[in-house]
């Protein structure tokens, strides 16, 4: 079964850093993409960055520079470092992993994580 097990969200002050990591747990035979959206309350979820297997990355436009993804493609992880960060960045944040598959026979299936809080507040 495959999961996908978020940390390192929480309380931070206006140009502080946090770095998420998502784990995905389970015999992996390949994952396409991974990355993160965010949801604040009452507005729709958005595409913060992801990064592909080969490794190229695209970003929210608002988090360019300030925030970088990377992925450890052996252990099936992604990170999210994020710097300067600021108020409107406070939201729940969700990891993605896009066409995961077990093996090469397999179609693949989209996957997303439970959530984790950000907030940026002095």
């Known amino acids: 079964q495959v999961q996908l097990v978020e940390s390192g969200g929480g309380l931070v002050q206006p140009g502080g850093s946090l770095r998420l990591s998502c784990a995905v747990s389970?015999?992996?035979?390949?994952?396409?993409?991974m990355g993160w959206h965010r949801q604040a309350p009452g507005k729709q979820r958005e595409l913060v960055a992801g990064i592909t297997n080969e490794g190229s990355t695209n970003y929210e436009d608002s988090v360019k520079g300030r925030f970088t993804i990377s992925r450890d493609s052996a252990k099936n992880t992604v990170f999210l470092q994020m710097n300067s960060l600021k108020p409107e960045d406070t939201a729940a944040y969700y990891c993605?992993?896009?066409?995961?598959?077990?093996?090469?026979?397999?179609?693949?299936?989209?996957?997303w994580g439970q959530g984790t809080q950000v907030t940026v507040s002095s």
């Open positions: 389970g015999s992996i035979f390949r994952i396409d993409a």
């Open positions: 993605y992993a896009q066409r995961v598959r077990r093996s090469r026979y397999e179609a693949g299936s989209d996957y």
